[in-house]
Nanobody
Framework: QVQLAESGGGLVQAGGSLRLSCAAS????????MAWFRQAPGKEREFVAA????????YYSDSVKGRFSIVVDSAKSTVYLQMNSLKPEDTATYYC????????????WGQGTRVTVSS
């Protein structure tokens, strides 16, 4: 099973940027991609972005499209989430997921990293 470790969260003002990282260990030849999800207090976890390990296929939720970018470094087994033009509603704990689906019902999960956007 893939082990994941997120980092890069923190406190940022609205309009600012953050880059999250997720290092994956234990990948196998069948590993196909990574995704980011987030969960705000009192809300359900939601899909944010996903990418194949080749980077040739990416998906974004409508709420982050145009502001966030998911980038994979297959050689380092690391996936990044570049978050620009942050809004207070982006405040959440962000989780990376390996080899799951966009519904968040499968795959391996990291421990999460907290992002707080102040207005």
């Amino acid at each position: 099973q893939v082990q994941l470790a997120e980092s890069g969260g923190g406190l940022v003002q609205a309009g600012g940027s953050l880059r999250l990282s997720c290092a994956a260990s234990g990948r196998t030849a069948s590993s196909y991609g990574m995704a980011w999800f987030r969960q705000a207090p009192g809300k359900e976890r939601e899909f944010v972005a996903a990418s194949s390990w080749t980077g040739s296929t990416t998906y974004y939720s409508d709420s982050v499209k145009g502001r966030f970018s998911i980038v994979v470094d297959s050689a380092k087994s690391t996936v990044y989430l570049q978050m620009n033009s942050l809004k207070p509603e982006d405040t959440a704990t962000y989780y990376c997921n390996a080899d799951g689906d966009r519904e968040g019902t499968s795959g391996s999960w990291g421990q999460g990293t907290r992002v707080t956007v102040s207005s």
